[in-house]
């Protein structure tokens, strides 16, 4: 077995005590810029607050697909959608890939493909166009229950469409 | 602080025996083999997803364009579960534990490559520091093999504290800033609430969690994380400090679990590096006639184990008692079990230390 020498150990725990908040910052700086770096020493912050006294706030994504035959629209959840993706990884799936417009206009026919065999498989029937809309759900606490008191469409994004 | 006390720190901290050391590595071996391997079902589907949803994270990931094919994802696989193998039964220890960080890190790449990274680090960190600990130093073909006496290596147990303690401050700190700590603003609250209701995790306690309405409560979970996750780092510094945060992390665990459902089981195995695994091999050892049959402690031990998990899998696979996958109930058991653990410990703790007082007292 390979075994270090103790002025190597040594020298490696001061590198880690270096090189631990040197990559903190690290992954600090790119995440604001872009998304956090992988590999990292890091836990996950879970920094946000969504209650301020008795109003909560939430956000709600979903995907609409809009039936072929009366334009109906049927909504499912990301869980429901892409149900392949762990439940860990969905929320941050969703906002990686869907939450910017302009990466959602970037997609390639394949992918476009991909959503409305996925629409088709859901329906049980042909998809039209499907939409990728965020929403903010207001709730405030009356007599000890919770109660939707507004909701607010944040964005809504065409992903797949079909000419008319 | 001077040169000594960093040396004291590094390398009298913790005091491993090579057997305890085995024994941990037979059970961080069978525990990641059955329950923390990557799903392999989910591979075929990663390889099929359009190449526009490879997001890899900032990273060496970004030097690849799409996912790899799914033989990739098996055959690495295959790779890594043959070096837990080898690292379980100690052959070529070393070589082995390196292996099976490598490939994790390769797989847990791609993986994370769809847009979403999931802090699991530390089953990477686990076998790369163990791999200098002489965790096959007993109780393995490579003992057994080279016939020499191998010294444990504690500074690896202090190493990786130093990475949990680290890791935890980098959960507790973007707390601080983001406004845990304010009075009015309860952010445990506001986290089970999204979890509750946008991503239908509703299970176990959290229903009744969710109508809930005392602030105070609500008040010292937030600060009771933060305190927590902050004051691992500081913890790291002793070694009894450590093995204390450690429990509060598995009662953190379990809470979060029954609450948020969000079971963390892939940080146990570094967890369980700081049982004190030299007393449980003394305990199995004065049952056992060690000069007739040496080998005896690690096949009951592995034995004992391989049944245990093995029912636990069995079972969850036959979704006999939650018919929900989150928290599954293989987490569900491990980490009940890790509480289980954890409270027989602090008792054992709390009567030496009452019978201790009660004699200085006498």
Known sequence: ?164 | MGNNWFDRWIFESYQPTIQGLALFRIFASLLILFFLMPDAAYYTDLASFPDDFFTPPPGPMMFFDSFPPAWFFYSIHVLLALSWICVLIGFKTQKASIAAAIFMLILLGFIFSIGKVNHQMLIILLPLLMAFSSWGGAYSFDAGLSGKKTKANGWTLTLLALFIGFMMFTAGFPKILGGWLNGDTFATQGHLLNQYFIRGRTELLSGYMVSMNIPLIWGILDWGTVFFETGFLIAVLRAGWTRLFVCFAVFFHFSTMLTLNIAFLVNFPAYAAFLPWGKIHESIASLVDLNEKPYTIPLVFGGALFCLFGIIKIIDKMYLLTPTREPSFDELALISGAVLIVLTLGLKKAIGLFSSVRTQSV
């Open chain 1, 1 to 164: 077995m390979f075994n270090l020498s103790n002025k190597t150990v040594k020298r490696l725990f001061i590198f880690v005590l270096i090189y631990l908040p040197l990559q903190y910052a690290v992954v600090g700086i790119v995440g604001l810029k872009s998304s956090e770096p992988w590999p990292a020493f890091v836990f996950p912050g879970f920094k946000s607050v969504y209650v301020y006294g008795d109003s909560y706030q939430l956000n709600d994504f979903v995907l609409a697909v809009e039936i072929n035959d009366n334009r109906l629209m049927r909504e499912f959840t990301p869980r429901q959608f892409f149900y392949e993706i762990p439940n860990s990884q969905l929320a941050g799936f969703v906002r990686t890939n869907l939450e910017s417009a302009v990466d959602i206009r970037a997609f390639d026919s394949s992918t476009r493909k991909w959503f409305h065999e996925r629409g088709n498989e859901l329906l049980g029937t042909p998809a039209r166009n499907i939409y990728y809309v965020h929403r903010r759900r207001h709730m405030t606490r009356i007599d000890g229950r919770l109660k939707t008191d507004s909701v607010k469409v944040v964005k809504r994004v065409r992903i797949a469409e079909v000419a008319d």
